[in-house]
């Protein structure tokens, strides 16, 4: 005991053992992502919905958890930037690759991805985990653009869903950093 405080000693006083909080630090957020609340679920296109876990006005992007039933699509959109995500639930497809991401999935999207999302009609749902940086950019099939994304319009998305769902506009701030 006596000699690990003394070699932990030695290595912090090499670096300055003082280290401080900083002024100005946003708080953290440590929440159940999976809601009870239904009304949580933003709606974002037929059978499609985002819970938002992180809206990030400083590095531009959002972490959220995406849910697709069987029938819906999250139409074809392109990345500029890198999108990570985590499978929870279900598994779902990108009709421009041949791989499934199922249950437990990690997916790395790199930027410049182009992809369509589906769910196979072997699951009733899917949910995932996406952190997505920069934007979302959707794309007709000549790839014309049809749509655009970022964070602050998932904000006014989230704002205007939780104000007519009776939550309050201002439940989407508690996600904002
Ligand atoms: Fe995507």
């Keep these: 005991m006596a ?8 290595v912090n006083s090499r670096y300055g053992a003082l280290v401080l909080p900083s002024a100005g630090i946003v708080p953290e957020i440590a929440i159940g992502a999976v809601p009870d609340d239904q009304r949580v679920w933003v709606p974002q296109a037929p059978d499609v919905w985002f819970r938002p876990l992180l809206l990030n006005t400083v590095t531009g992007g959002w972490c959220n958890l995406l849910r697709v039933r069987r029938s819906g699509v999250l139409h074809r959109h392109r990345h500029p930037m890198a999108v990570i995500g985590y499978v929870i639930k279900g598994r779902w497809r990108y009709l421009e690759h041949d791989w499934i991401a199922e249950e437990g999935s990690f997916v790395y999207e790199p930027p410049g991805e182009i992809h369509t999302l589906v769910v196979p009609d072997d ?28 964070v602050f319009t998932k904000i006014e998305m989230c704002r205007a869903h939780y104000a007519a769902a009776g939550l309050g506009g201002a439940f989407a701030d508690q996600f904002i950093r």
Excluded: K
């Design 3 to 10: 000699a690990d405080f003394a070699a932990n000693y030695q």
């Design 123 to 150: 699951c009733a749902e899917m949910i995932t985990f996406f952190n997505i940086g920069g934007a979302m950019i959707y794309l007709d099939e000549s790839g014309r653009q049809t749509g655009y994304e970022d």
